[in-house]
Structure formats: structure tokens, C-alpha cells
């Protein structure tokens, strides 16, 4: 095949593969992890949000013990900046939209920063006196192993993790992590 053709082949199976996810935004999630959706009432439902904001638009709701595919992480509002939103897809229904992080399951989460450029250190142990092992960069999806309150004059509380990508562990200042809620 001359190369002419197999660029025009290429060319249309990547035209055919964004048309088709301009109009199945689903087809275009990765998916990180499944997990259930959580509360402390079993009656509750869940809202679920075009946007993650509790001023976005409402698209249905979840029940608790719903199982849902994680897509996508975003820091809190400035209210509530603690509070991690999560892009969800429903494994029954297929719905896709966010939900506040305090109603997912999950060790899975973000590293966040005022500044989008941070380079956010890795240390040994939870402390800025630990060795350096390395940095991750603010929107790294991170697995969070274990929270401490670290030895520091003001107390600052460090949360051990594990990068997915790279699978490296160590640990970081926990205002640099927005912490799963159910988790620590």
C-alpha cells in the first residue's frame, strides 16, 4: 500500500473517531476506576450535575450502592474548596455528569495548587525536612494511601500517595491533595 494511501486511511479513521466522540462525548472518557456511590442515608438521592458546581444544571440523580465508572476529577468551589468534584458514568444507565466527592467511594483523587504550573514535591516522610524524591505536577491523579498529622511546628497534615502513571510512592503536604472525604 503506497503511503499516500495508508495517510488517507489515517486521515478518515481519525475524522470518523472525532465526529463520533463530538457526538458520544462518552466515547472519549477513560475510564480511572469503579467504585459505588455512599451516604449516610440510605433514602438519599444524589444529584447529578452537568458541571461540577451545585449551580450546574441538574441531570437526574444516584442512590447510594449505584455503581459508577470514575472519569474525571476537579477541585472544590471557593466555598467549599475541600470538596472534590468527580465526573461519574453510571455502569447501568450509562449517564454521564458530576457528583460531590463526599458521595463516592474512593482513595483515588488529584493533586491541586493556586498556581496550574506548581511543581508539588514528593518526600520520603511527611515532613519538608524529608528527603526529596521527586514532584508531581498540579491535575496528577494520585492514589491516597495513608493520612498523618506530620511533626512540623504548625501540624500540617500529609497524605501518603501513589501516582498512578508512574507508580511512584511518597509523601505530600496535604494541602496540595484534595482528599477523598470517605477516605481520611
Known amino acids: 500500500m503506497s503511503n499516500a494511501w495508508s495517510k488517507l486511511l489515517l486521515s478518515c479513521f481519525f475524522g470518523l473517531t ?3 466522540t463530538g457526538v ?3 466515547l472519549a472518557q477513560i475510564a480511572i476506576t469503579q467504585t459505588t456511590l455512599i451516604t449516610k442515608d440510605p433514602n438519599s438521592r444524589i444529584n447529578l450535575r452537568s458541571g461540577p458546581s451545585i449551580n450546574s444544571t441538574s441531570l ?3 442512590l447510594p450502592g449505584d455503581q459508577v465508572t ?3 476529577f476537579n477541585k472544590g468551589t471557593d466555598n467549599e474548596p475541600r470538596v472534590p468534584w468527580i465526573k461519574v458514568k453510571f455502569i447501568k444507565s450509562g449517564a454521564i455528569g458530576w ?3 463526599d458521595f463516592v467511594k474512593t482513595d483515588i483523587t488529584i493533586l491541586t495548587a493556586n498556581d496550574s504550573n506548581a511543581r508539588i514535591n514528593l518526600r ?4 519538608i525536612a524529608s528527603d526529596f524524591l521527586g ?3 498540579v491535575g496528577d491523579r494520585i492514589k491516597v494511601l495513608e493520612c498523618q498529622t506530620g511533626p512540623d511546628q504548625d501540624r500540617t497534615p500529609w497524605i501518603k500517595v501513589q501516582f498512578l502513571e508512574s507508580q511512584a510512592i511518597g509523601w ?3 494541602d496540595f491533595v484534595i482528599v477523598p472525604l470517605t477516605y481520611c
Open 135 to 137: 514532584y508531581g505536577l
Open 24 to 26: 458520544f462525548p462518552g
Open 99 to 101: 457528583i460531590r466527592g
Open 60 to 62: 437526574g440523580y444516584g
Open 124 to 127: 520520603k516522610g511527611p515532613s
Open 70 to 72: 470514575l472519569l474525571d
Open 172 to 174: 505530600i503536604r496535604g
Open 18 to 20: 472525532l465526529s463520533l
